[in-house]
């Protein structure tokens, strides 16, 4: 209270004027709320939000778990400061704080998940790296704990959740290689359970069999999302007795160490091998331009946000057309790294 008292003596207001006026009561008149804000901005007064948190049982602050580790997020996580942007531009209009929970790739994400719960630290939270079986999904369901999922998941208790359009992404790519007459053609798919990778891996399969082709399994590359991980890939690939005449890389950050592990090798993107990836600001910097899919990560982050809020009481209304549920579209960018044609015989 030190600081709204000095504000009340300020203005030879009660306190408890004071406090009404700045929390918007309607039983103070509007000519003691301007007196009282004025003051406010020019004390520099700023609530003591723990002790409202502790009357309005609430802490507003939104967390957002992500793993982390350099096998995980290679030498910078771009994806996500993009997406962050968004979300806290979402929660800026409510005096909402976003926070990262930033979960180490050597603990058990379930466990940290569970420590944060029980501190009762956010109103709300955002997960990503959804699991193809994710208990994390049940374990919030509950307890009523307002949250969304960036993924999806065969774990589902009726959660809002968005998702990038990947089954889109493998269409697209294996449609475009087979029209430029590629029949062996690799992908990669993360190293881990992240559901992402089965529903990739799943859609190429089907695409190419619409084609009449088949996904050979020793086409099929895991790694770790990262530089190393792409590096690991083309050596790999490069290794195989018949090495594929094109690859679909489903990481942003992996195409960086495969064009460079391609290029000790001499082999060129475009000229030896088709590529396509994912886009991310490094791309500009490959050497031929990447054929990739790009997404607003920004415009992603709001929507994020929004489907959030739309799920919790206190903000639901200011969201009524919030998705519950959505595939998030990405676009193709054409560049010059899936230029070689393979010659019909």
Not at 81 to 101: C, E
Not at 277 to 290: E, K, N, Q, T, V
Not at 324 to 335: Q, Y
């Amino acid at each position: 209270m030190k600081g709204i008292r000095r504000l009340a003596q300020h203005l030879d207001i009660s306190i408890g004027t004071v406090s009404r006026a700045l929390n918007g009561k309607p039983d103070v008149n509007d000519e003691t709320r301007k007196r009282v804000l004025e003051a406010a901005a020019e004390l520099g007064y700023v609530p003591n939000q723990s002790g409202r948190s502790l009357r309005q049982g609430t802490t507003n602050i939104i967390g957002f778990m992500i793993q982390t580790g350099t096998e995980i997020t290679g030498q910078g996580d771009i994806f996500f400061m993009s997406v962050f942007d968004g979300v806290q531009a979402v929660f800026a209009r409510h005096k909402l704080d976003l926070v990262a929970l930033l979960c180490s790739s050597q603990e058990d994400p379930n466990d940290y998940l569970r420590r944060v719960v029980a501190r009762g630290f956010a109103d709300g939270l955002i997960l990503s790296a959804t699991q193809r079986n994710d208990p994390r999904i049940e374990f919030l369901a509950e307890r009523n704990i307002p949250f969304v999922t960036l993924g999806r998941s065969l774990t589902d208790a009726g959660q809002p959740w968005l998702d990038l359009d990947f089954e889109g992404m493998a269409q697209a790519s294996i449609d475009r290689l087979v029209a430029r007459g590629h029949r062996r053609i690799a992908i990669t798919r993360p190293h881990d359970d992240i559901n992402l990778g089965y529903i990739f891996v799943d859609r190429c399969r089907r695409a190419l069999a619409a084609h009449g082709l088949t996904l050979e399994e020793d086409l099929i590359f895991r790694s770790t999302p990262n530089e190393a991980g792409g590096y690991q890939i083309a050596r790999d690939l490069l290794a195989l007795d018949e090495p594929p005449t094109a690859i679909v890389l489903i990481n942003e950050t992996i195409a960086i160490g495969f064009y460079q592990a391609l290029s000790e090798a001499g082999v060129k993107p475009g000229r030896d091998i088709a590529v396509i990836g994912r886009y991310s600001p490094h791309a500009h910097f490959l050497s031929p331009p990447l054929t990739c899919f790009r997404l607003s990560l920004r415009d992603l982050g709001i929507a994020l946000a929004e489907t959030l809020l739309s799920a919790m009481p206190a903000f639901k209304d200011h969201y009524p057309d919030a998705p519950a549920n959505k595939v998030w579209p990405m676009e193709l960018v054409e560049g010059e790294s899936d230029a070689f044609l393979v010659p019909q015989r």
